[in-house]
């Protein structure tokens, strides 16, 4: 099945293979990741993330557009185990915003156009 993989560290986003296990989730969001942590998308997706993201280090950030705080480290776009992903990879790109730390403020900066959009409060 496919998944759609956005990392904020290369500021990449990719579809991949994947058997839709947490051991397979684990190591695609790499960094220590023991703990996954869902996120509702929509109606049939969801994103995956390391749910101690932001206690390991000096993360790289991203958030979605409607989403209410940044999400640190690797996410993983899982549709339902029937169907696969819903959202499309280009519908996934317009979604997302690279967050940058600018001495403690933080910047949203389009995937598309890489021009900076907003402040985060």
Do not use: H
């Not at 509702?40 to 749910?51: M, P, Q, S, T, W």
């Not at 600018?102 to 402040?119: F, H, I, P, W």
Request: hydrophobic share 35%; charged share 25%; with cysteine.
């Amino acid at each position: 099945m496919k998944v759609i993989v956005i990392n904020p560290y290369d500021q990449t986003i990719t579809e991949q293979d994947s058997n839709n296990t947490f051991e397979d989730y684990y190591a695609k969001i790499g960094n220590g990741c023991d703990i996954i942590q869902p996120v509702k998308l929509n109606g049939r997706d969801k994103i995956y993330l390391d749910e101690e993201g932001l206690l390991k280090g000096n993360p790289a950030l991203f958030t979605l557009e409607g989403a209410s705080q940044p999400f640190a480290g690797i996410g993983i776009v899982e549709g339902s185990k029937a169907k696969g992903v819903k959202l499309t990879l280009d519908e996934v790109k317009d979604m997302v915003y690279w967050v940058a730390n600018l001495g403690g403020m933080l910047m949203k900066v389009s995937y598309r156009d890489n021009e900076a959009t907003k402040t985060l409060d």
